[in-house]
């Protein structure tokens, strides 16, 4: 079913105060309060010397016969509704993940170039997908990897529960449907995750490996993440009952294989 976000005035302030919202408290002028934020509000927290804005999906604008991401890479015009949570969200990640957003960017007109406009290939799909609902996880220590790769979501949010306090694990949330998600405080979350062994320049590594082509070529190189299961993001989780028969713990399919994660 098509999710669909609250009214903002219907929103309950307390989401923006805990995970993930919290963690772009940055942009709480954007978030909070009755009004929506213009778009030239929004053009305001570019960085000096960002080709990229945004701009009003008008009739106007799509008269130009452009695809969305074509728009983006030859003119820097980033359609965008006003008024509009998901699209407000997506402004977010292209403000704080510029280099991130513009490699998903340039990989969906390189595909767009080969398979053409109104076709989808895997790779348009795995970009998309991490676009949509991506994060990053960051893994200093490699051993919970097997924990995650087998779904063993009992060991990885509970009998280890302490990496997620301690450092061991570095989260990056970034799709911004995910966040959009968010806004309704009883929904549990599951990211489409890129692993990585390391903590130094995440980010970046990722960023370069689907600049390159490397990632993102298929939908299943995506690890699904239960974020409910974080402490501290969802009231049941300081519960070890909930690790055992939570709704957003799937099982690991038959013949499933996650690639290996990518190293920084």
């Known amino acids: 079913m098509r999710y669909v976000?609250?009214?903002?005035?219907?929103?309950?302030?307390?989401?923006?105060?805990?995970?993930?919202?919290?963690?772009?408290?940055?942009?709480?002028?954007?978030?909070?309060?009755?009004?929506?934020?213009?778009?030239?509000?929004?053009?305001?927290?570019?960085?000096?010397?960002?080709?990229?804005?945004?701009?009003?999906?008008?009739?106007?604008?799509?008269?130009?016969?452009?695809?969305?991401?074509?728009?983006?890479?030859?003119?820097?015009?980033?359609?965008?509704?006003?008024?509009?949570?998901?699209?407000?969200?997506?402004?977010?990640?292209?403000?704080?993940?510029?280099?991130?957003?513009?490699?998903?960017?340039?990989?969906?007109?390189?595909?767009?170039?080969?398979?053409?406009?109104?076709?989808?290939?895997?790779?348009?799909?795995?970009?998309?997908?991490?676009?949509?609902?991506?994060?990053?996880?960051?893994?200093?220590?490699?051993?919970?990897?097997?924990?995650?790769?087998?779904?063993?979501?009992?060991?990885?949010?509970w009998r280890r529960r302490d990496a997620w306090l301690d450092g061991s694990l570095e989260l990056m949330v970034f799709g911004h449907a995910l966040l959009e998600h968010a806004l309704t405080p009883d929904r549990l979350l599951v990211g489409k995750a890129i692993a990585v062994i390391g903590q130094e320049a995440v980010r970046e590594t990722v960023v370069q490996a689907i600049a390159q082509g490397r990632l993102l070529r298929d939908p299943q190189e995506l690890r699904p993440l239960p974020l409910s299961g974080i402490p501290g993001w969802c009231a049941g989780s300081a519960s070890e009952a909930f690790h055992r028969q939570a709704a957003c713990y799937q099982p690991l399919r038959v013949g499933r294989v996650y690639p290996e994660p990518l190293r920084a």
């Open 5 to 157: 976000a609250p009214a903002r005035d219907a929103v309950d302030p307390a989401v923006f105060g805990r995970p993930p919202l919290a963690a772009w408290d940055e942009y709480a002028d954007l978030l909070r309060g009755p009004d929506w934020p213009s778009l030239d509000v929004l053009n305001a927290h570019w960085p000096a010397g960002s080709r990229e804005r945004f701009v009003g999906q008008t009739p106007a604008l799509l008269a130009d016969g452009r695809h969305y991401e074509q728009r983006i890479a030859e003119t820097g015009a980033i359609a965008t509704r006003e008024r509009n949570w998901h699209d407000l969200f997506n402004a977010l990640a292209w403000l704080r993940h510029a280099p991130l957003k513009r490699a998903l960017n340039a990989q969906q007109v390189a595909e767009i170039a080969r398979a053409g406009a109104k076709s989808r290939s895997r790779p348009q799909c795995a970009l998309t997908h991490f676009d949509e609902g991506g994060v990053i996880l960051a893994l200093r220590d490699p051993t919970l990897l097997a924990l995650w790769d087998a779904h063993d979501w009992h060991g990885l949010f």
